[in-house]
């Protein structure tokens, strides 16, 4: 999988570098919205035709999923790229500068690269299936929290979802009386990747996409974070909600939740 690395590697800093100058020159980002507070950019496409450019030029017979060109299939359907070229739109919109790179390769449906790019910082985030998780060459760990006294969890509000608005308050209202602060970034890969460093402690949200969470997932489980569903389950790529960290902070975050989910999100 070295060579699938390299090549996951490029691509995000390829669209990583496109992404950074034009931050640097918000004059020329043209945004649409697809929704209440969620937004596309000419750039989120650039990044995107960037990231599939490279990829094809390595594997032109891979099949290509991302955010904002839909599904590109190759002839060679065991070969999955799932990719977002700029997860925290709206932080790049409004001149806030957080937001990443995520692109993963899943191999007959298991995840098996993991790149997370912050182009801001230079912080590239990256993991192979059974071989530990990196940031920047370096090797990561999740953090080893014996309980949520202390720890910082981060979230993100459910803008998408706003169905879920009142159970997700009660989430954070009991949390609040558990753990030690909240973080609220604006971009769920890096979130992932924070909990994968050991920056934060835990993580969850409620219905995140593929290309939000693919990455990010393979590399908190590669740096010893636990990465599981509201109930303790493994469906979260369907389901879109998410909760990771720490063996013991995922354990306290569920055992607080439990009691508050409503039966949507139960499932």
């Known amino acids: 999988m070295l060579p699938m690395m390299t090549i996951a590697v490029r691509a995000a800093r390829n669209a990583g570098n496109l992404i950074a100058r034009a931050f640097e020159e918000s004059d020329k980002v043209e945004v649409q919205s697809k929704g209440l507070n969620d937004f596309v950019t000419n750039i989120d496409k650039a990044a995107e035709e960037k990231i599939i450019e490279t990829i094809r030029k390595s594997y032109p017979d891979h099949s290509i999923v991302g955010e904002e060109l839909g599904q590109n299939q190759g002839s060679d359907t065991d070969y999955l790229w799932v990719i977002d070229p700029l997860d925290g739109t709206a932080n790049f919109v409004r001149g806030i500068p957080h937001f990443a790179v995520s692109i993963a390769l899943k191999v007959k449906g298991k995840t098996e690269v993991a790149v997370v790019y912050d182009p801001i910082r230079d912080e590239l985030f990256s993991a192979l299936r059974g071989r530990g998780a990196q940031l920047n060459g370096f090797r990561i760990r999740a953090s080893e929290v ?7 969890i981060s979230t993100g509000f459910p803008f998408k979802n706003r169905q879920h608005s009142e159970t997700y308050l009660h989430l954070i209202n009991e949390m609040f009386s558990h753990v030690g602060d909240f973080r609220r970034s604006g971009s769920a890969a890096l979130d992932l990747a924070y909990v994968a460093a050991g920056r934060h402690d835990g993580h969850f949200e ?62």
């Open 146 to 152: 014996k309980d949520l006294d202390g720890t910082i």
């Open 206 to 267: 409620i219905g995140l996409k593929p290309w939000d969470i693919a990455a990010g997932d393979l590399i908190a489980r590669e740096a010893g974070a636990t990465v599981t569903d509201f109930v303790g389950g493994h469906d979260y790529m369907n389901s879109g909600n998410i909760v990771a960290g720490s063996p013991k902070a995922t354990l306290g975050l569920l055992k607080v939740m439990r009691p508050l989910l409503s039966e949507a999100l139960k499932r």
